[in-house]
């Protein structure tokens, strides 16, 4: 079962530039990512194979990577600042 969820961050575009360029290419298990603008930051669409798939990359590439960018701005990575939510998704057409 696919597992997807949103997340809305406190970052800009440049920033998101810099974490994902510290990420492998092609990630087991993601299906779809999307990054997009919102008045607060960047809102992040995710789905992944499964659950297990996404905890393993986000472990393994997606807090390390953020940790670096977030240092070299002398912010603190802190997750109380990102809205988090799981999506009961009903489908996923790409083409």
């Known amino acids: 079962m696919t597992y997807t969820f949103t997340q809305d961050v406190p970052a800009n575009a440049e920033m998101y530039a810099k974490i994902k360029a510290l990420l492998p290419e092609h990630p087991a298990g993601m299906v779809l990512h999307l990054a997009y603008r919102r008045d607060a930051g960047l809102r992040y669409v995710d789905v992944w194979d499964d659950e297990a ?43």
């Not at 912010?75 to 489908?91: G, R, T, Y």
């Open 53 to 95: 798939s996404w905890i393993a990359f986000r472990d393994a590439h997606v807090e390390p990577a953020v940790g670096k960018v977030l240092a070299s701005y002398g912010l603190p990575h802190d997750h109380s600042l990102v809205a988090f939510q799981e999506v009961d998704l009903v489908d996923a057409w790409l083409a």
